[in-house]
């Protein structure tokens, strides 16, 4: 059977500035695995010490990334069925503007 796509409004940077956002659509696929990233900071302690707020407030698979010479901080490996209510049990707690994207590696 087919997966069921869902899509879910995100918001992403559009690259103007870092407070600048762009409200897009992401269709989401069960049984892909999708990154959901909460902050971008050119300050690799900043980054540590955000994921380690994320992962007092009981979230799973806190990651930060090296991507160029900024640290981005991340809800790494979730599928797709389950985007949409993590984003907005992240929003509850407090951690808003979600980027979610394809994970290209499982």
């Known amino acids: 059977s087919a997966a069921k796509a869902q899509k879910i409004p995100l918001t992403r940077s559009n690259g103007a500035t ?7 659509q992401v269709v989401l696929k ?14 690799e302690n900043n980054a ?3 994921a380690r707020k994320i ?3 009981k979230f799973k698979n806190v990651a930060i990334q090296k991507s160029g010479s900024n640290t981005k901080v991340s809800v790494i490996k979730v599928d797709g069925k389950d ?3 993590l984003v907005k049990q ?9 980027f979610v994207r394809e994970r290209k590696n499982r």
């Not at 870092?18 to 897009?24: E, L, P």
């Not at 992240?90 to 979600?98: I, V």
């Open 83 to 85: 985007v949409p209510s």
């Open 30 to 43: 069960k049984g892909q695995l999708y990154d959901i990233q909460l902050g971008s900071f050119s300050d």
């Open 55 to 57: 992962a007092r407030a």
């Open 18 to 24: 870092s407070k600048a956002k762009a409200a897009t």
């Open 90 to 98: 992240l929003e509850m707690k407090g951690f808003g503007n979600a």
């Open 48 to 50: 540590r010490e955000y």
